[in-house]
């Protein structure tokens, strides 16, 4: 009884945990090895365990033809081109500044759910809230320039993986999938781990003689820690605690990250990266609760209208 009721504890943990260290193992493994080859190996680990996962528990490997297509599509956006541009751009920034601009997605998320529904249902707090999230990436991103730990190019590489994220996202959002979770991992997997060997294959970095422990560690981990622990935890806390709390990973995530990329990169920790995020996670609260606070002011002007 006790491990059941700590059980989901363990998976919020995770979830904060590992999935905030992501930006420091991208960076340690992408200064370490080829970009290519980090993403190749960490996807090539998560698909190898999870098909020996499912065949421990007798989960054949079929799908059909429309959630291959589905669930291929979606992976090649979020796991594959998202990963691949955040990967290029940790050899160029900071991962303590990777970690505050990806904050934005959920203002990506907001804008391309407006887009794909050709309607911007948002009120006043969330307009305020993605004003906000750029404001504060403006402000973060000032301190890498001046300082170094940041080019243009590769904040234009994470704004880049943002906007695919959110796109990926929408789309699976609005898809019916009907395969197994394990199964929907494996292709999730599968899907960029082809992607990133052909892609090393075509551009002639696939070089095995390339591999070291400085990048193949860092990118086992992710496979690991990030694909199957960090997302697992996810998927069964969900069926445990209301999605409200679930969701609040994600102010824990950046505090997560900025205090590793100071811990094990040793990245310094100025006032302009900590106001920077700061305003980012204000603004994404904003953008989380606009529809109780849009109510609210609604409530508040017909008050004092009658």
Not at 61 to 80: A, N
Not at 90 to 104: E, F, G, K, M, Y
Not at 279 to 289: A, P, Q, T
């Amino acid at each position: 009884m006790l491990f059941q009721a700590v059980l989901p504890w363990i998976a919020y943990f995770n979830i904060c945990f590992f999935w905030g260290t992501s930006t420091v193992a991208n960076k340690l493994g992408s200064t370490s090895m080829h970009p290519l080859m980090v993403g190749a190996v960490r996807f090539t680990v998560t698909t190898l365990l999870i098909a020996l996962a499912a065949a421990a528990r007798g989960v054949p490997l079929r799908i059909t033809r429309r959630d291959w297509k589905t669930l291929g599509t979606g992976s090649f956006l979020m796991y594959f081109l998202n990963t691949l541009l955040v990967l290029f751009a940790a050899v160029r920034v900071d991962a303590s500044i990777s970690t505050i601009v990806l904050c934005l997605i959920p203002v990506g998320l907001v804008l391309v759910d407006s887009l794909a529904q050709r309607h911007f249902d948002v009120g006043p707090p969330g307009v305020i809230g993605m004003a906000g999230g750029f404001a504060g990436v403006v402000i973060a991103s000032a301190s890498g320039l001046l300082g170094g730990g940041a080019d243009i190019g590769g904040i234009t590489l994470l704004l880049a993986s943002v906007c695919v994220w959110s796109v990926g996202t929408i789309y699976l959002k609005n898809r019916t999938v009907e395969a197994p979770f394990i199964l929907q991992i494996f292709v999730q997997s599968a899907v960029p781990a082809a992607a990133f060997l052909l892609t090393a294959l075509f551009t002639g970095t696939l070089r095995p003689s390339t591999l070291n422990l400085g990048g193949v560690l860092p990118a086992v981990y992710m496979g690991v820690a990030d694909s199957i622990i960090g997302l697992g935890s996810y998927m069964y806390l969900l069926k445990r605690w209301p999605t409200s709390v679930v969701s609040t990973y994600a102010y824990i995530n950046p505090i997560v990250g900025l205090m590793m990329s100071h811990l094990v990169l040793h990245e310094s920790m100025n006032a302009q990266k900590m106001a920077g995020a700061a305003v980012i996670l204000f603004s994404v609260l904003l953008i989380r609760e606009d529809g109780r606070l849009t109510a609210w002011l609604r409530a508040r002007r017909r008050a004092k209208a009658g």
